[in-house]
């Protein structure tokens, strides 16, 4: 029954154990990784039949986040992330961290539009998605006025407050949680990162600034779990006693993940951000080139002629 608690596995958590096939009782997250990744071979084969090249790092890193998906709410660790705060800490920051940049660097926005045919039945999804992207509720969910809040909600919101122990009592509950760390992980590294028609396009400046309020969110939080020496979930407060898991342990363990895991994590997105941002200054100065050899430098020469003038003027005042 999708309300009722999961069966836990009898086995003790191992690697093997956790890293074995285990279809979970509602797979929204692995069925989601799944067609995700199937739309994007056939826009890959789309793009490949018009002879347009698309680079094989974006197909890479869109898949990688894919397979993630589906492995991290597909496998049994699943399951054990029922009972265990460590393995669900790992899902949490998986979800949230490491999948949505690889899925957002696959530039899946630009494949729709490369892939998709712009008459028939094509033209009218990209004219769907052209009405979304600057609909209001884009504007407001892309804004970092509503992506930051729901980053730190994701952390102090729900695991410092009751609503996490009341929604993780249902295998629906829980699974909600996991879509949300998802979606709240995608919409605040989508205008960070994503290089496709944006309804809301900040500043590299500004999206720096986003980072580095972000980055020490679940490092904390790490540091809080870390220092409790109670349990400060019910819901992991009573493994099974065949695992042989201490409560207060796993939940050291969890912090030490949200410190060890989500640090190098952010580390890289900031690196590949300052990578763009060095990218687009590059591509805006050699199109600012371009426009002024073909206007015959006009700025250029009217900015000499006004210096020429402040020249003759200071000249005759001597």
Known sequence: MILAVVDTPTAPPTLSALLSWDVPPLPVLPITG???????????HRVRKKGIYWSPWRSASFLLGCLFLVLVTGLQVERYGYSMFSVFMFQHLT??????????????????????????????????????????????????????????????????????????????????MEVFFFASGLLFIIPVLAVGPLPVRQTNLGRMFDLFVEMPLHVFFGVILMMT???????????????????????????ALAWSYGEPVALLVVLLFCIQWNRDEKDQSALADRQAEEDGYSELNAYNEFLKTIGTDTHRHR
């Open 229 to 255: 020496s109670t349990p400060m979930l019910s819901t992991f407060a009573f493994p099974p006693p065949e695992w042989g898991v201490d409560p207060v342990d796993d939940q050291k363990l969890a912090g």
């Open 95 to 176: 979800l949230s961290m490491t999948i949505p940049p690889l899925l957002v660097l696959g530039s899946p926005g630009r494949m729709l539009l490369r892939a998709t045919a712009h008459h028939g039945c094509g033209r009218w999804i990209l004219v769907a998605a052209l009405i979304g992207l600057r609909s209001p509720a884009g504007r407001i969910a892309l804004h970092p006025g509503v992506t930051i809040p729901l980053f730190l909600f994701s952390y102090y919101g729900l695991y410092l407050s009751s609503i996490f122990d009341a929604l993780a009592v249902t295998v629906i509950g829980h699974v909600s």
């Open 34 to 44: 799944m067609f995700m990744a199937a739309l994007y071979c056939w826009g890959l």
